[in-house]
């Protein structure tokens, strides 16, 4: 049982826009603790996709964009592309600085 | 380029003590605010915390690993390890390490190290 929770699966056709919910408590993201975002492609290490809410790292497209309000947290991507199939995970904190994460959403494109 | 690698057995057996080490390069493991910590992701499954470390040895634990794990640092060796006891099939899982701020991106991994526990 993962302290974030977001849906175990979304899809979508290509050039669809897709939304991944990530929903916390007063203890985590309703705190004030900043939610981030990170893409696992089959295989691969978590790559980070979007930090403190809203800011995407160098080299991740526009199509991808986060936003927080109260005790959640989304993941928006646009214009879906079949090279975004794969994993998507949240990731927050606890007042004791324990690291917390949803328990992963995968995204389909059909 | 900051690049983190996990190192460790592959195979430990039910009840043993599992060690595994992250070597750091291309950066120093004592800097400042930067914490030091471990994921776990079991096979099919989501990513666990497991905990962090900073270079002066202060650590943070999953409660739920708590009473099992043991973290330390050797900033001589840019190193930092992991020993988790009493093991079982459940403790199966990649490990990655990572680097992160107190509260901030996860923003560096390793690879990850696939332990398994079996006898």
């Known amino acids: 049982q993962s302290v974030l929770t977001q849906p175990p699966s979304v899809s979508g056709a290509p050039g669809q826009r897709v939304t991944i919910s990530c929903t916390g408590s007063s203890s985590n993201i309703g705190a004030g603790y900043d939610v981030h975002w990170y893409q696992q492609l089959p295989g691969a290490a978590p790559k980070l996709l979007i930090f403190?809410?809203?800011n995407r790292p160098s080299g991740v497209p526009d199509r991808f964009s986060g936003s927080k309000s109260g005790t959640s947290a989304s993941l928006a991507i646009t214009g879906l592309q079949a090279e975004d199939e794969g994993d998507y995970y949240c990731q927050s904190y606890d007042s004791s600085l324990s690291v917390v994460f949803g328990g992963g959403t995968k995204l389909t494109a059909l | 380029q900051l690049q983190l690698q996990e190192s460790g057995p592959g195979l430990v057996k039910p009840s043993e003590t599992l060690s595994l080490t992250c070597t750091v390069s291309?950066?120093?493991?004592?800097?400042?605010?930067?914490?030091w910590g471990w994921i776990r992701q079991p096979p099919g499954k989501g990513l666990d915390w497991i905990g962090s470390?900073?270079?002066?040895?202060?650590?943070y634990y999953n409660p739920s690993l708590k009473s099992r794990v043991t973290f330390s640092v050797d900033t001589s060796k840019n190193q930092f390890s992991l020993k988790l006891n009493s093991v079982t099939a459940a403790d199966t899982a990649v490990y990655y390490c990572v680097r992160h701020l107190r509260y901030g991106t996860l923003d560096y991994w390793g690879q990850g190290t696939l332990l398994t526990v079996s006898s």
């Open positions: 291309g950066g120093s493991i004592a800097t400042s605010s930067y914490y």
């Open positions: 403190r809410n809203t």
């Open positions: 470390i900073y270079y002066t040895g202060i650590t």
